[in-house]
C-alpha cells in the first residue's frame, strides 16, 4: 500500500477514536448530571464509531436505561456487553445483566404477571450460575464475589415465592369441546327418557285405570 494512503488510513481511524471518546464522555457527563436519555443517545452515538473497547458503550448505554427502568432493553445490551468484554470484566458486566432480569421480573411480578416474571428469574439465574466473581471490592462495598452471592441468593428466594405463590390456570374449554358436551348430555338424556318410558308402559292404567289389566 502507498505511504500516502497508510497515513490517510491512520488519520481516518484517528478521527472516529477521537469521536468515539467524545461521544462516551459526553454520555458520561450526561449520566453524571442524571440526564440518562442524553447518555443514553451520547453512548449509542459512541457505538456507531466504536473500534476499540467495544463492550464499554454498549454496557454503559445499558447502565443508562437501566436508570431509565427501560428493564429489556437494559438486559440486551449488558448480554451484548458481555459477548465482547474481557474476562477480568465478565463478573461485573454479568452481575448488571443478572440485576436487568431481576427488575424486569419484579416489574412482572408486580403487575400479577407471574409466569413472565418467572421465566426472568430462571433467565437471571443462568446469568449467574455461569458468572465467576473474585474477591475483589466492589463498587457499593464489599467484594464481587459478596454481590454475586447475595445477587444468586436473592434470585432464587424470589423464584421459590413466585412458584408456591402461582396457581396454573385451568384448562380452558374450546367451543367445539362445549356443542360436544351438550350433544353427549343430550344423547344421555334422550336415552334415560326412553329407559323411563319403556319401564312406565306396563304398569300404565288401561280401561278402568285400576293399573291392572283385568281380564
Excluded at 17 to 38: F, M, V
Excluded at 87 to 110: F, H, I
Excluded at 167 to 177: A, D, L, R, V, Y
Aim: proline residues 5%; hydrophobic residues 35%.
Amino acid at each position: 500500500m502507498l505511504p500516502g494512503l497508510i497515513s490517510v488510513s491512520l488519520l481516518a481511524a484517528a478521527l472516529v477514536l477521537a469521536l468515539q471518546l467524545l461521544y462516551l464522555r459526553a454520555g458520561n457527563t450526561s449520566w453524571q448530571e442524571r440526564d440518562n436519555t442524553g447518555a443514553e443517545l451520547q453512548y449509542s452515538r459512541s457505538m456507531s464509531v466504536s473500534m476499540v473497547n467495544k463492550w464499554i458503550p454498549v454496557h454503559n448505554r445499558g447502565v443508562a436505561r437501566f436508570e431509565l427502568q427501560r428493564w429489556d432493553a437494559a438486559a440486551d445490551d449488558f448480554q451484548q456487553a458481555a459477548s465482547l468484554a474481557p474476562a477480568e470484566r465478565q463478573c461485573t458486566v454479568r452481575l448488571n445483566w443478572s440485576l436487568a432480569l431481576e427488575s424486569g421480573a419484579d416489574a412482572l411480578r408486580d403487575a400479577d404477571d407471574v409466569p413472565g416474571a418467572l421465566v426472568r428469574y430462571t433467565q437471571a439465574q443462568v446469568v449467574l450460575a455461569d458468572t465467576t466473581c473474585p474477591n475483589e471490592p466492589a463498587p457499593g462495598g464489599g467484594t464481587l464475589a459478596d454481590a454475586w452471592n447475595e445477587a444468586r441468593q436473592r434470585v432464587e428466594s424470589k423464584t421459590s415465592e413466585g412458584n408456591a405463590n402461582w396457581t396454573p390456570p385451568e384448562k380452558s374449554t374450546t367451543s367445539e369441546e362445549r356443542t360436544d358436551e351438550l350433544d353427549e348430555r343430550a344423547k344421555q338424556a334422550q336415552e334415560e327418557r326412553q329407559r323411563a318410558e319403556e319401564q312406565g308402559s306396563g304398569s300404565e292404567p288401561v280401561d278402568g285405570g285400576s293399573g291392572e289389566r283385568n281380564w
